[in-house]
């Protein structure tokens, strides 16, 4: 297995954190990103792995991580993992909902600004999806804010299908990366902390033992996808369940609700993107 240089983001805890120490064993070269300072820095110590932080909530902490990640020589694999749900509808200091910022519009972002980088190195770029893109999504492509209503768990959906959308724009668009979305499975991470008071008992009461997979578990999904070959391990575009594709209840045959999300989120970011 080849050697490969591999940005995780959200990877100071749950399910990144396990697949960064992972493939650090496994030889990878694993650079951390994390939204706490101190937690961060001391993964990044116990891995040996250089490090760096962005709080999603900012467009401009993107724009500076960006900036420090086009300084490495190469990243064979872009994993936006960083995300979760949120209790109530906040905005960001960007104006949008919290939600949709965290898990779609910043790692779009990020995205779209390393792009020459992730083409040059013909970049595997992974999306952190999830089970309740098919349990509770209702897209709306004109409410990527829940401006119309909002219900946590509904925004959540939305954000996970958002990423798989997202994921087959970005196949569409750049024939020389490999994108790919998988499914984690229920895992007890630190998932549910920023949720309501049921996301919070069910993750972190005793009960989450009768239903979850340990994060070491479910990091083994983004291994394989982190280390595979597309068209061998994994096709371009697809959503997985360790190494299975993993059926998506939403149906985009002519791609318009992908294109229509990617055009969504450039308006919302074209501010950044003038100088590329
Ligand atoms: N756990 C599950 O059952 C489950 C199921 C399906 C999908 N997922 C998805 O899996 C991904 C990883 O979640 P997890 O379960 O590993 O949860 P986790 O333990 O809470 O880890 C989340 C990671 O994302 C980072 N993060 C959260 N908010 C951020 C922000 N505003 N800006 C930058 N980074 C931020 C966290 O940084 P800090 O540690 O510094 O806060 C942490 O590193 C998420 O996209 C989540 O939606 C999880």
């Known amino acids: 297995m080849d050697k490969k240089t591999i940005v995780i983001t959200g990877s100071s805890d749950g399910i990144g ?5 992972k493939l650090k064993e496994k030889g990878h070269d694993v650079i951390i990103v994390g939204r706490h300072a101190k937690k961060t ?37 872009l ?19 919290r939600t949709f910022q965290i898990n779609v519009l910043a790692p779009y ?25 098919n349990l509770f999504s209702d897209f709306d ?13 509904t925004a959540y959906g939305n ?23 998988f499914e984690p499975g229920v895992v007890r991470s630190n998932f549910g ?14 009960l989450k033992f009768l239903f979850t997979v340990s994060p070491a578990k479910s990091a083994r999904r983004l291994v394989y996808l982190a280390e595979g070959e597309a068209g061998v391990d994994f096709a371009r575009g697809n959503t997985y369940s360790y190494k299975k594709p993993y059926k998506v209840k939403f149906k985009d045959e002519d791609g318009s609700a992908a294109q229509k999300l990617w055009d969504e989120c450039e308006k919302r970011v074209s501010k950044y993107l003038k100088e590329l």
Do not use: M, W
């Open 193 to 206: 902390s920023e949720g309501g008071a049921f996301v919070r008992f069910c993750y972190h009461s005793p």
């Open 41 to 77: 820095e001391r993964v990044a110590a116990e891995l040996g792995a250089p490090y760096h932080i962005a709080d999603y909530s900012r467009l401009s902490d993107v724009v500076r991580l960006a900036g420090e990640l086009n300084k490495y020589e190469r990243i064979d694999v």
């Open 109 to 133: 972002l990020l995205t779209r600004l390393l792009i020459d980088k992730l083409s040059a190195c013909g970049a595997t770029v992974i999306q952190t999806a999830s089970i309740a893109a």
């Open 159 to 181: 954000a996970k299908l958002e990423n798989i959308l997202f994921t087959r724009a970005l196949c569409a668009r750049y024939p020389e990366l490999n994108p790919v979305a």
């Open 141 to 153: 492509p004109e409410d990527l804010s829940s401006e119309k209503k909002y219900k946590s768990f």
């Open 17 to 21: 954190y396990a697949a960064a120490k």
């Open 79 to 97: 994993c936006n993992n960083a995300g979760g749900v949120q209790k109530e509808r906040r905005l960001t200091e960007d104006g949008f909902e």
